[in-house]
């Protein structure tokens, strides 16, 4: 069985400043994907970055990058120069490479940016 | 790209009452996902469409719970003799093949 843990229930950055999010995950698969979707306050879950588990290079979207430790199964999200529309609560989810690749998320971070 | 649309986005019944909700995938996508997310909670696993053909069902979806795909296009949940425990919000997702997911607005259901 897979699992995610988001050890950090809430979090909270001042504007233009740096947070990192953390999560750790369990699973015996060696090929899986793993993911950090966004959930504004009433509003849809949207993709913030994809790291596939057989590329060592760390994947980056703009301010959003990982740092993906796969012997110690961790997974981290760094948001850089934080916005005020950054405020959202930040899943990880784990997703097998084979069978019905739904997704396994963690209980999630409420991060806020602070003005 | 219209993105996955949801429908209704509340609703509200009494307990023993059947409720069905709507998804329309995005379309080009031929997978569909079910999920439930309870308060303070990440998203949980419900079922899954490729194309018309349900392939995998959770362990949460009793046999009150029932979903269709027909035609591969749209999908719709019901719930039959719904409970307290059935409040939540109900959120369909579609990909294509294993790229990553889309997901909807969801749907909130709330149990008098």
């Known amino acids: 069985a897979q699992t995610v843990t988001q050890s950090q229930p809430e979090m909270s950055v001042q504007e233009a400043e740096t947070v990192t999010l953390s999560c750790t995950y369990d699973?015996?698969?060696?090929?899986?994907?793993l993911f950090w979707y966004k959930q504004p306050p009433s509003r849809q879950m949207i993709l913030v970055i994809r790291?596939?588990?057989?590329?060592?290079q760390n994947a980056t979207e703009n301010r959003f990058s990982v740092n993906f430790q796969k012997a110690a199964k961790s997974f981290s999200l760094k948001i850089s120069d934080s916005q005020l529309g950054d405020t959202a609560m930040y899943f990880c989810?784990?997703?097998?490479?084979?069978?019905?690749?739904?997704?396994?998320f963690g209980t999630g971070t409420r991060l806020t940016v602070i003005p | 790209d219209t993105g996955v649309s949801q429908d209704p986005r509340h609703k509200i019944t009494k307990r023993g009452q059947n409720v069905t909700f709507r998804c329309d995938p995005i379309s080009e996508h031929n997978r569909l996902y079910w999920y439930r997310q309870t308060l303070g909670q990440g998203p949980e696993f419900l079922t899954y469409?490729?194309?018309?053909?349900?392939?995998?069902k959770s362990r949460l979806l009793s046999d009150r719970f029932s979903a269709e795909r027909p035609k591969g296009s749209f999908s719709t949940l019901e719930i039959q003799r719904t409970e307290q425990g059935d409040s939540a919000m109900y959120l369909c997702?579609?990909?294509?093949?294993?790229?990553?997911?889309?997901f909807g607005d969801g749907t909130r259901l709330s149990i008098l």
């Open positions: 790291q596939e588990a057989y590329k060592q």
């Open positions: 699973t015996s698969e060696n090929n899986y994907y």
């Open positions: 997702a579609s990909s294509r093949n294993e790229q990553p997911q889309h």
């Open positions: 989810a784990f997703m097998r490479s084979t069978g019905a690749n739904n997704l396994f």
């Open positions: 469409f490729q194309n018309e053909a349900q392939l995998e």
